[in-house]
């Protein structure tokens, strides 16, 4: 089944202690990307990737950290976890030609995230 | 400034209506989406736009390049299409070429 698979579900961690939410997609796609999701705000793009080795900064990537190493994982990495990074987080995927996604994106299931 | 307006906020309907839903832009853009997000927070992409119009059952999506500015329309609506709908707008020009941007959502409230 194609699918873009998130890990945690759910995390309720403490101000400083680094950790890690991984992202998975099945469907060889290149276009990767993180979001976040606040009440008022709605989703923000926080790094987005074209292919492996590349990543960009979306809106909000202050805080976070990311890597492409290999096509089918991108995980988010928040090292030193605020509160205000407390939110929703979502992950995504799409085909894309020249770097350009040329189909629709598939969302992860989302990782409600808490910062103590 | 957001780059991407929605509206309305809120939108309520009884079942049968025809829903429309608008979203304008300022940047330039290399693709449009209408997303759906359900009321267990699970996430679907409905439409990827670059022109013209899209239609998929009961949804039509149109977008107009030159004035900026794209619909979601909903036929003979029922109260499983209540969701919150999304557009976003990826970025066509070049250093920020594969950025989104997102507009805050219509909440639709479909009643029977």
């Known amino acids: 089944e194609a699918q873009v698979t998130q890990n945690p579900r759910y995390l309720i961690t403490v101000t400083g202690k680094k950790l890690t939410v991984t992202c998975s997609q099945n469907?060889?796609?290149?276009?990767m990307s993180w979001y976040r999701q606040d009440p008022g705000l709605g989703l923000r793009q926080i790094y987005y990737s074209m292919n492996v080795e590349v990543t960009d900064k979306g809106d909000v990537p202050e805080g976070y950290k990311v890597s492409r190493k290999e096509k089918r994982n991108f995980p988010l990495i928040l090292e030193s976890p605020s509160p205000n990074q407390t939110s929703l987080y979502f992950c995504?995927?799409?085909?894309?030609?020249?770097?350009?996604?040329?189909?629709?994106?598939?969302f992860g299931p989302g990782t409600r995230l808490t910062v103590l | 400034k957001n780059e991407v307006e929605q509206s309305p906020q809120n939108l309520t309907a009884q079942e049968g209506e025809f829903i429309t839903i608008n979203c304008s832009y300022s940047?330039?853009?290399?693709?449009l989406h209408w997303l759906q997000q359900h009321p267990g927070g699970g996430i679907v992409s409905l439409f990827m736009l670059s022109s013209g119009k899209k239609k998929h059952g009961r949804l039509i999506a149109t977008i107009n390049i030159q004035e900026k500015h794209s619909s979601l329309h909903i036929t003979a609506s029922h109260p499983r299409d209540s969701a919150v709908y999304i557009c976003a707008v990826r970025s066509g020009r070049g250093s920020t070429l594969g950025r989104l941007y997102f507009g805050r959502g219509t909440q639709l409230t479909v009643w029977p």
């Open positions: 995504a995927s799409s085909l894309s030609r020249t770097g350009l996604p040329i189909d629709t994106q598939y």
């Open positions: 940047v330039g853009i290399s693709a």
């Open positions: 469907m060889n796609h290149e276009y």
